[in-house]
């Protein structure tokens, strides 16, 4: 058997993402359920944690979510275009910002290089 190809390792990796993302949550649902247990919660069980846990983290994305669209329909209502234009115009200015930063940081490592 060979080198795994790239697919092979991008796959193993989110393998690994998932199981590691549900061990997480596995640890912080026992200690969830430990106090439940000591706060004398009635009808505590380990699933109700690992349901809270669960909750918890996914809820944590919601303003990410929110603040995402709501810069999306403010691209969208500023330039009177669809959502399908507005993603487009989001993501290119991403890639630019991200081009520009490179080519700053190198220009500065250059310039830097000069007083070595």
């Keep these: 058997m060979g080198k ?37 919660i009635e009808d505590a069980t380990f699933g109700k944690a690992f349901i809270a846990a669960l909750a918890a983290i996914l809820g944590r994305l919601i303003p990410f979510i929110g603040g995402l669209i709501a810069f999306l329909w403010i691209i969208k209502t500023v330039f009177n275009t669809d959502w399908g234009k507005a993603v487009i115009t989001w993501l290119f200015a991403i890639v630019i910002a991200i081009v520009i930063a490179i080519i700053m940081a190198v220009a500065v490592g250059i310039s830097m290089m000069a007083f070595l």
């Design 4 to 40: 795994p190809g790239a697919m092979g390792m991008f796959g193993a990796f989110g393998a690994m993402a998932v199981v590691m993302f549900l061990i997480m949550i596995a640890v912080d649902a026992v200690f969830l359920w430990f106090g439940a247990k000591f706060a004398k």
